[in-house]
Structure formats: structure tokens, C-alpha cells
């Protein structure tokens, strides 16, 4: 598989997650919401990466090399990029903390901003396969 393939493919996934995300924060499984949030900017910068012949087996890894190579180059506005790790952190207390309660405000805001990311994501990608078939 072609990497502009597999980057369209897991940039569209992305989309797919934002939509269960948003169905989650709807049905009042603002846990879920959270999680899958996070899983949509995740996916988004798995896309990104792609094109990049880049990845890594762990998550702290995929967020390394994004920064490194892609916010850092100026691909990706940095202030966007940040939601990735916040997101990463609210998504580990969502899954693993104690008596952590995720509030509906907290599962709307995630649920912005992930749309925000994978939005800009998905501009970045359009750019970058655009400039290598130039």
C-alpha cells in the first residue's frame, strides 16, 4: 500500500472517530467521548506520519515523532499540536484513574478541539500530498 494510501485511509478513520466521539458526548458517555476524542487526533497524526514513512509501536513515540517532525517543521500549528498530548493525558485519567470524573465540559472541550486538530490535520495532508506531486 502506497503511503499517500494509507494516510488518506487513516485520515478518514480520524473522521469516523470524531463522529463516534460526538455520538458518545450525546448519549452521555462522556468517558467514551473523551477516549475516543483522543483517538481521533491520534489516528490524525498516525496520517500525517505516514506520508513521513514514520511511526512507533507507542503512543509517547507517535507523539514525539509528530512534534519533532511535523509541528516543529512548521506543518502544524503548534498551539493546535498541543491539544495531542493534553488529550493523551485526560484520555489515561478517563481509562485508568481512580475516582476520576469526566464532566460533560470536559468531554465537549475534548471533542472541540479534536475536531479542530483533525480539521487542521487533514489540511496538512492535503498540503504535503499536494507539494510531493508537484
Not at 467521548?33 to 497524526?45: G, H, N, P, W
Amino acid at each position: 500500500m502506497s503511503r499517500t494510501k494509507l494516510a488518506t485511509y487513516r485520515m478518514q478513520k480520524a473522521k469516523e472517530i470524531i463522529t463516534e466521539a460526538s455520538d458518545s458526548l450525546q448519549h452521555k458517555h462522556y468517558g467514551l467521548s473523551v477516549t475516543r476524542s483522543y483517538y481521533a487526533m491520534f489516528t490524525a497524526t498516525k496520517a500525517l506520519l505516514a506520508l513521513k514513512e514514520m511511526d512507533s509501536s507507542k503512543h509517547a513515540g507517535v507523539i514525539a515523532l509528530f512534534n519533532q517532525h511535523i509541528v516543529k517543521a512548521d506543518l502544524f500549528p503548534k498551539e493546535i499540536g498541543k491539544f495531542l498530548t493534553r488529550a493523551k493525558d485526560l484520555r489515561e485519567e478517563a481509562d485508568y484513574g481512580d475516582f476520576v470524573e469526566i464532566t460533560e465540559h470536559d468531554a465537549r472541550t475534548q471533542l472541540e478541539r479534536a475536531q479542530t486538530f483533525v480539521t487542521e490535520a487533514e489540511k496538512t495532508l492535503q498540503h504535503l500530498i499536494s507539494t510531493e506531486t508537484q
